[in-house]
């Protein structure tokens, strides 16, 4: 079993929905939680990050954890064609500087 | 301020020939991570380098292996390359400890025929 699962999708929604996205993770000792957004032929680029649990909100972007159920979700509101990327979730232990990813979920959206 | 640069963008490498992959991470970082892409495994950590020293490895075996420079520029090397192999190769750096995230460059396509 991977430390951490994610729905690789593919996802397809028209613009202007709200999209979800979704990581389950079995270590409980996990205590940064990030979410990145890669496009085609780049790197993953940082989108958000959050302590422990908690929500965290920037723009159209809402970062979920909930530790007791070892879930983490990202929010997209008024989801644009310029979001189409794939997003990755990751997490990491309160010591060392290794992150463990989601295999990452597809997301299109459509004009 | 430049980003994390990793050279070449791209290559095609004949079974059981060795490579090397170069990057530079941004100035004043010190801590270069490497990570290999695949589709269906994701981002598999290989390895993190922090001042010339590899501080913390991952499950991949010893044909791969990575060194640091003192100006904190880093390459790593994979021997008797395989098919399964081919993937995208990640490097990210951070300052130090990447509580927050790393920067990642925009990775080296290996192609392993």
């Known amino acids: 079993q991977k430390e951490v699962e994610q729905d690789p999708g593919p996802l397809s929604v028209p613009e202007g929905a709200i999209v979800s996205l979704n990581c389950t993770y079995s270590?409980?000792?996990?205590?940064?939680f990030m979410w990145y957004r890669q496009y085609s032929r780049k790197g993953p680029e940082l989108l958000m990050y959050?302590?422990?649990?908690g929500n965290k909100e920037d723009g159209r972007f809402t970062a979920q954890v909930d530790k007791s159920s070892k879930y983490i979700s990202l929010f997209i509101r008024d989801s644009q064609p310029s979001d189409s990327a794939t997003y990755l979730c990751?997490?990491?232990?309160?010591?060392?500087?290794?992150?463990?990813f989601g295999t990452g979920t597809s997301l299109t959206v459509i004009p | 301020k430049a980003g994390v640069t990793q050279t070449p963008r791209y290559l095609i490498k004949t079974r059981g020939q060795q490579v090397t992959l170069s990057c530079s991470p941004i100035?004043?970082?010190?801590?270069v991570s490497w990570y290999q892409q695949t589709p269906g495994q994701g981002l598999q950590f290989l390895f993190e380098?922090?001042?010339?020293?590899?501080?913390n490895k991952g499950n991949f075996p010893g044909r791969f292996s990575g060194r640091q420079f003192s100006n904190s520029r880093s390459e790593m090397n994979v021997s008797t390359l395989e098919l399964g192999d081919s993937a995208l190769y990640l490097c990210?750096?951070?300052?130090?400890?990447?509580?927050?995230?790393?920067?990642f460059g925009s990775g080296t396509r290996l192609t392993v025929v």
């Open positions: 990210a750096s951070s300052l130090g400890t990447a509580r927050y995230g790393y920067t």
């Open positions: 270590n409980s000792a996990f205590q940064y």
């Open positions: 959050t302590y422990s649990s």
């Open positions: 990751a997490m990491r232990l309160n010591t060392g500087n290794q992150f463990y």
């Open positions: 100035s004043g970082h010190r801590s």
């Open positions: 380098y922090f001042s010339e020293t590899q501080r």
